[in-house]
């Protein structure tokens, strides 16, 4: 089984400030399966960044993905106070697909 | 736009089965792979199993001698069992699309939370 281990746990940020979130794979992943899902409170995981970089739709432009083989990262550019959420990284390469613990990105 | 709604019981006894419900609507499921994924209050998620519309299933090994996923007798849902259940099941539980065995999780349903107590 695939670990994804997400940092930091939680990133405490100010609207306007950029976010940079990590996950690491215990074993190399091929970016096709690597995906990023926003989660607030009470709702469903919304799915942000498919294949490592590519952008879900409707999903704006300040939300990129980039990484490979272990390390990945998801940048928020410019935090819009509606970004404040958790967020998960996920592999869906190989069975059974896992997911990271995730990190909280709170206002400071 | 697919719409998925997870329906079934807030609570189950321990030992029992939790039997829930995916009804797909704005869609058909054919041609789609359809899972279930979990997540206990306040802790991340865990993928539990997916099936493909004609019947073939993949589980997590960690579930798999407790859980069987069909294809409902309505043509668009789709249904978990969950056998002899602990509180450690206690969970929201969501069912989402994805379009291959190898793709990320495109739509989901809003969720369940399903309790397992006496």
Partial sequence: ?108 | QVQLQESGPGLVKPSETLSLTCTVSGGSISSFYWSWIRQPPGKGLEWIGYIYYSGSTNYNPSLKSRVTISVGTSKNQFSLNLSSVTAADTAVYYCARHPTPYTDFDSWGLGTLVTVSS
């Fill in chain 1, 1 to 108: 089984e695939i670990v994804l281990t997400q940092s930091p746990g939680t990133l405490s940020l100010s609207p306007g400030e950029r976010a940079t979130l990590s996950c690491r794979a215990s074993q190399s992943v091929s970016s096709t399966y690597l995906a990023w899902y926003q989660q607030k409170p009470g709702q469903a995981p919304r799915l942000l960044i498919y294949g490592a970089s590519s952008r879900a739709t409707g999903i704006p432009d300040r939300f990129s993905g980039s990484g490979s083989g272990t390390d990945f990262t998801l940048t928020i550019s410019r935090l819009e106070p509606e970004d404040f959420a958790v967020y998960f990284c996920q592999q869906c390469g190989s069975s059974p697909r896992t997911f990271g613990q995730g990190t909280k990105v709170e206002i400071k």
